[in-house]
């Protein structure tokens, strides 16, 4: 489904309009290449083999936090044609402005339903340390650091993002991101 954002056909955001996601928090987030090109490697008996614009891709992930204020970095794993990673945001509770005491990067406030759309405007400004600006900035790097190169490459226009809720949740997405190699067969991305 589409919207107008200054006479132009936008894709409505599949994102949470309940939640600012520059709010301390942990997000999974997916990242494909466009057309799901294999340009970052292939998995050869369940083992990621990285390509040269593979090894970008890995090598700038974790430079993230040296670039993005109070970030850290869960698992991560490249796969031929997208990466999974987790990105933990954790503000000192002066920055974080939402009025919630967040000690933990997993204690997320309740949401917030009716009038409260904190996400309509987020086309018009993503704001600074978010996660769409964190992965803005990532996938910029690799494609000027691979274009550099000559290396093939190129990403997807959007990607997917899910806020993890509790530990659970967390631990079982580090899992998946730790095995999504070996169960490439059965990837959905693939």
């Known amino acids: 489904m589409t919207e107008k954002f200054n006479n132009k056909n936008r894709f409505k955001s599949a994102r949470a309009q309940w939640w600012n996601y520059g709010w301390n928090g942990a997000y999974f987030v997916t990242i494909c ?17 990285l390509s040269e614009t593979g090894i970008i891709a890995e090598n700038l992930w974790y430079e993230i936090p040296n670039h993005s204020v109070f970030v850290e970095l869960g698992e991560f794993v490249v796969m031929p044609n997208h990466v999974h990673g987790i990105i933990l945001i954790d503000k000192p509770e002066i920055e974080n402005n939402n009025g ?3 000690g933990h990067a997993l204690h997320l406030p309740p949401p917030i339903f009716g009038d409260n759309n904190i996400g309509k405007n987020r086309f018009q400004n993503q704001g600074k340390n978010t996660v769409s600006s ?56 693939k």
């Open 100 to 102: 919630v005491d967040t």
């Open 33 to 49: 290449t466009d057309n799901r090109e294999n340009y970052f490697g292939e998995i050869q008996n369940g083992k990621m083999i």
């Open 134 to 189: 964190i992965i803005g900035g990532y996938k910029s790097a690799v494609t000027k650091n691979a274009n550099l190169f000559n290396l093939k490459n190129g990403w997807q226009k959007r990607f997917h993002d899910h806020i993890i809720r509790d530990h659970i949740e967390f631990e079982r997405i580090s899992n998946y991101i730790i095995k999504n190699p070996e169960n490439w067969e059965k990837d959905k991305f």
